[in-house]
């Protein structure tokens, strides 16, 4: 068992080291007019104005995608104790995304939405339900964080939602939407499926269970934007002074 588990780890140390960096790749692309090159490229009609909160939300978000970066290589150079002083540090960053999703959604709202969702309400039940979803999976991740295989699922698993903004704003994807699309934000989940597959013959109940219900709460907030109730509740957050 010890020596299938010795052939195992370089393999595994791989495979979670390049999945975040595949990550930000895409989100890089994604971002790169409005947020990582933007003093560089002439903005296209849409993108909002740089105010100091939403400058702050980029660095924020942009700090979270280079830890989830940094994480699995340290876990991979054998920095264990490094990996693990950082994490209470990731936990107050996700916390912080947490918070400032809700808050940006609603500004933007107000400006008739983002360059990908201009159904405003819809735009909102996508970005509460999969910020929901992100909490959920590093709350889960912190929680049995000394479950090395449920952990390292679990925060890749939490990338998800930070694709669909990303890929959304890839003009290359627009062909491709929406089974393309649907497959690229769902990217770590078919990874994650495939190589447990090819490594283990089985998938882990993170994906079979995780992964379900995060597809499942993709596809249940573009129906629940469009409902009536769902609409009242998105007029009376735009009321709210954030």
């Known amino acids: 068992m010890a020596s299938v588990l010795t052939q195992r780890m370089p393999r595994d140390r791989i495979f979670y080291a390049a999945v975040p960096v595949v990550v930000a790749a895409l989100v890089f692309a994604g971002f790169a007019r409005s947020w990582f090159l933007r003093p560089f490229m002439e903005q296209a009609p849409g993108f ?3 105010t100091p909160l939403i400058a702050f939300h980029g660095m924020v978000f942009t700090g979270w995608i280079s830890l989830n970066v940094l994480q699995p290589m340290l876990i991979s150079s054998g920095r264990r104790n490094l990996h693990r002083r950082i994490g209470p540090w990731a936990a107050g960053l996700a916390a912080l995304i947490v ?24 735009f909102l039940a996508v970005n509460l339900i999969s910020i929901f979803a992100f909490g959920l999976c590093v709350a889960l991740a912190i929680i049995w964080r000394k479950r090395a ?10 990338l998800v939602p930070f694709l669909g903004p990303a890929l959304g704003r890839i003009p290359a994807m627009e ?9 690229g934000i769902n990217l770590p989940i078919i990874a994650g499926i495939a190589f447990d597959l090819i490594t283990r013959r089985r998938v882990h109940p993170v994906w079979i269970w995780g992964g379900s219900l995060m597809i499942l709460s993709e596809f249940a907030s573009f129906a629940i934007g469009t409902l009536p109730w769902w609409r009242a509740f998105g007029n009376w957050c735009m009321q709210l002074p954030i």
């Open 99 to 122: 918070v400032l999703v809700p808050v940006i959604t609603v500004q933007s709202m107000r400006h008739g939405g983002s360059p990908v969702f201009r159904q405003i309400h819809v």
């Open 175 to 183: 062909p491709l939407i929406p089974l393309g699309l649907i497959m």
């Open 48 to 50: 909002p104005e740089l």
């Open 149 to 158: 295989e449920t952990h390292k699922r679990l925060m890749l698993l939490a």
